[in-house]
């Protein structure tokens, strides 16, 4: 017998990009799942294939009472929630995202102990690690135990730390929850948002690119030289699972590095998304924003040893289907 068959799920923020890849598979496993989400950045077109054989509830994670009517009845909670957005978001508000984060985080924690959930799935960032780490576009990767001490480039890192922290010291508390922290790293995947002002590096370029000429100028902020490593979805989902799958095994599973280990220069990535459209592109690069993260690369080794996992899906591939997917959408970007 499968795992996930009947066995009850929450999935936080389940209507965003990760999240509603999650629950497509979860549901195809055989689990019953609630998805909470307050459709801020989530949309319910994410959803449309599976809303009805899911329960969804539109609410505020920044409640906690909404926390604890969220995980009530739930064996698992994977908790995806969080204000996120793109480097200008982040720089522009930094006390929104730490605030908003902490809250959120706390809440579900809270909700999830008092409701009585076996599993708890919190997906962590890259964005945890020092920023002196990062400093150069060849920067060694990084591993776990790195994280400390502390000097996230960005609040949300800070967010990220806290909310880890925070699970590390209730179970240690001696709560009886099971948990997995799995610090991501640049996933991307169809349904990702593609808008200019928030979005990520892979859909931004993507719809620069699917509209290019007609809107121009075709940008990268920063020199292109910065380096990133990127993981498409399935594989994100799939590492996902396992964590919670390997939960029986360990009282507190990770923080694990969760991603790719193959490193690409921003330049690089827009030439191929350019390259895969057949378009000839002029790149602009915009200099007015100081580059904080030059080179953002994880050593993923221990997922591989803890969770028998590794990503599958080549990076081209990745980004032709991520394409695919948004020219069907073209219209609605426009």
């Not at 200019?196 to 920063?222: C, D, H, N, Q």
């Not at 803890?306 to 980004?319: A, Y």
Request: charged fraction near 25%; aromatic fraction near 8%.
């Amino acid at each position: 017998m499968s795992f996930w068959q009947g066995t009850k799920v929450l999935v936080t923020g389940g209507a965003g990009f990760i999240g509603s890849h999650l629950t497509a598979e979860l549901l195809r496993r055989g689990a019953r799942v609630r998805v909470v989400d307050n459709l801020e950045r989530g949309r319910l077109e994410n959803l449309a294939a599976v809303l009805p054989e899911i329960e969804f509830r539109q609410d505020e994670l920044r409640d906690v009472e909404v926390c604890r009517r969220a995980a009530k009845d739930m064996d698992v909670v994977f908790h995806l929630a969080s204000k996120v957005g793109g480097i200008k978001y982040y720089c522009g508000q930094p006390a929104e995202v730490l605030s908003q984060n902490l809250l959120i985080d706390t809440f579900m924690l809270q909700g999830a102990m008092t409701g009585g959930v076996s599993r708890y799935l919190y997906a962590s960032s890259a964005h945890v690690y020092p920023i002196q780490l990062q400093a150069q576009p060849d920067a060694p990767p990084i591993k776990e135990e790195q994280a400390l001490p502390a000097h996230p480039a960005l609040s949300y890192g800070w967010a990220k730390l806290m909310g880890e922290k925070q699970i590390e010291y209730s179970i240690a508390e001696g709560h009886p929850l099971r948990a997995g922290i799995v610090r991501l790293i640049g996933v991307y995947g169809p349904k990702q948002d593609p808008d200019l002002a928030t979005g990520s590096a892979i859909p931004v370029f993507i719809r620069r690119a699917i509209e290019y000429p007609a809107r121009k100028p075709f940008t990268i902020l920063g020199s292109g030289r910065e380096t990133r490593s990127y993981c498409y979805i399935s594989d994100i989902v799939e590492a996902l699972l396992r964590a919670v799958e390997k939960s029986d095994e360990h009282l507190l599973l990770g923080p694990i590095n969760v991603g790719s280990e193959e490193r690409i220069s921003i330049g690089d990535l827009a030439r191929e998304i350019i390259a895969i459209s057949g378009k000839q592109v002029e790149i602009e690069y915009d200099l007015s924003h100081p580059t904080e993260i030059w080179g953002q690369t994880l050593d993923c080794s221990k997922a591989g040893k803890l969770l028998g996992w590794r990503p599958r899906v080549p990076l081209r591939e990745g980004l032709k289907g991520t394409y695919a997917h948004m020219m069907k959408k073209a219209v609605s970007l426009v």
